[in-house]
Every structure is written in structure tokens, then in C-alpha cells.
């Protein structure tokens, strides 16, 4: 098992859609969560960052957290082309407390 | 204008060679590391650095050499016994080890010719 995993897609949202993006780690004890956007060639910026169970929302973007499920999404609202991207979902190792894991990302298109 | 940097962009290795690339940053974080990206991969961790001359081993170390004797600065060194090297290096830094955000370079992209 991986120790987070995404779908690596291609998930394809109209444009204006709500699109939801979906992320599992396999460490019961990890406490930061962290969602980035990274487009085609270049290097991954930050979108949110998640530490409570429950959502949290900047703008069109929401996380949404649950422990107890091990498991953290990313809803984005209103979807735009400009959205288009991989999307990276990273979780820190509680085990080994100086290291964050990166999934494998998700590749989300948004079609017009 | 706080970041982070990294150079070359672009960079050609032959066979045998060592390289090295370039990180700084001046957002005065204690902690940096170095990330290998591969095609459709996610980001693999070859070292990183808590603080100022300290360093350990990521998950992908072996080829693969590091130093911090500033804090600003953190380069990398791929060495000829790496053997696969071609891929997409980012730096990146956080204010300290562990859980806080990291913040990333905007890359080097290496080719062995």
C-alpha cells in the first residue's frame, strides 16, 4: 500500500462544475495535510493546507479532512480552464516527523 | 521579494560527470530539501536539511551528495554514480522540519546527453 494515494486521473470537469479531487494516506497518526497545484513543466504551489478534521475554504477551493477515515479531498467550485493541472496531495509521516510524502497527483482538465 | 531559486533551469550532463545544482533561499526557513520528479510521478525525497550543517538521507539518496554551510544555501550534486539521473529537481524550503509548509523552486530540469 502506498502511503498516499491518488487517482492519477485524467479527471475531466466541464467548465463551471464543481470538481473533486480525493486523496488517502495509510499513517494514523499524520497531522498536516497540504493540497498543491502543479502545472505542466513547472513546480508545485501551495493551494491549502488542512490540520483539523472538517472543511476548510479559501475562495473557490475547499478541503475537507476526516481521520478517523484517513482521508482528505479537495473540492474546487465554479471550474475554470486555468485549473487544468496536476493536483498533489501531501501528508507528513508522523513516524518519521522531518518528512512530508507526496502522492503521485491527480491530472484534472477542465473542458469548456 | 522573498523566494526561492534555482539554477541552471536547464541542464545537460554527459556520462561520467558530476553536476551540481544550485538552491538558495531568502526566506530565512531553517529547513530545505531536495525532491526528484520523474514523468508522471509524484515527488521522491533525496536529502534534506534541518538546519545549518546538518543533513540526512532522504528515500533516493544513494548517487546523490548535498552540503549546508549557509543557511540560505543547500545544493545538490549529482554524482556519476547516479545512473539514472534525467528528471526534474526541486528545491524547497520550510520554516522548520516536520509539518510546516514547504515552499518550492521552480526547478531544474537535467538531461544526461
Known amino acids: 500500500q502506498k502511503e498516499v494515494e491518488q487517482n492519477s486521473g485524467p479527471l475531466s470537469v466541464p467548465e463551471g462544475a464543481i470538481a473533486s479531487l480525493n486523496c488517502t494516506y495509510s499513517?494514523?497518526?499524520?497531522?498536516?495535510f497540504f493540497w498543491y497545484r502543479q502545472y505542466s513543466g513547472k513546480s508545485p504551489e501551495l493551494i491549502m493546507s488542512?490540520?483539523?478534521?472538517g472543511d476548510k475554504e479559501d475562495g473557490r477551493f475547499t478541503a475537507q479532512l476526516n481521520k478517523a477515515s484517513q482521508y482528505v479531498s479537495l473540492l474546487i467550485r465554479d471550474s475554470q480552464p486555468s485549473d487544468s493541472a496536476t493536483y498533489l496531495c501531501?501528508?507528513?509521516?508522523?513516524?518519521?516527523?522531518?518528512?512530508?510524502?507526496f502522492g503521485s497527483g491527480t491530472r484534472l482538465s477542465i473542458r469548456p | 521579494d522573498g523566494g526561492i531559486t534555482q539554477s541552471p533551469k536547464y541542464l545537460f550532463r554527459k556520462e561520467g560527470q558530476n553536476v551540481t545544482l544550485s538552491c538558495e533561499q531568502n526566506?530565512?526557513?531553517?529547513?530545505m530539501y531536495w525532491y526528484r520528479q520523474d514523468p508522471g510521478q509524484g515527488l521522491r525525497l533525496i536529502y534534506y536539511?534541518?538546519?545549518?550543517?546538518?543533513?540526512q538521507k532522504g528515500d533516493i539518496a544513494e548517487g546523490y551528495s548535498v552540503s549546508r554551510e549557509k543557511k540560505e544555501s543547500f545544493p545538490l550534486t549529482v554524482t556519476s554514480a547516479q545512473k539514472n539521473p534525467t528528471a526534474f529537481y526541486l528545491c524547497?524550503?520550510?520554516?522548520?522540519?516536520?509539518?510546516?509548509?514547504?515552499?518550492f523552486g521552480p526547478g531544474t530540469r537535467l538531461t544526461v546527453l
Open positions: 524547497a524550503s520550510s520554516k522548520t522540519i516536520g509539518t510546516d509548509t514547504q515552499y
Open positions: 499513517d494514523r497518526g499524520s497531522q498536516s
Open positions: 488542512i490540520y483539523s478534521n
Open positions: 501531501a501528508v507528513n509521516r508522523y513516524s518519521s516527523a522531518s518528512k512530508i510524502i
Open positions: 526566506l530565512n526557513h531553517d529547513a
Open positions: 536539511s534541518q538546519i545549518v550543517n546538518d543533513f
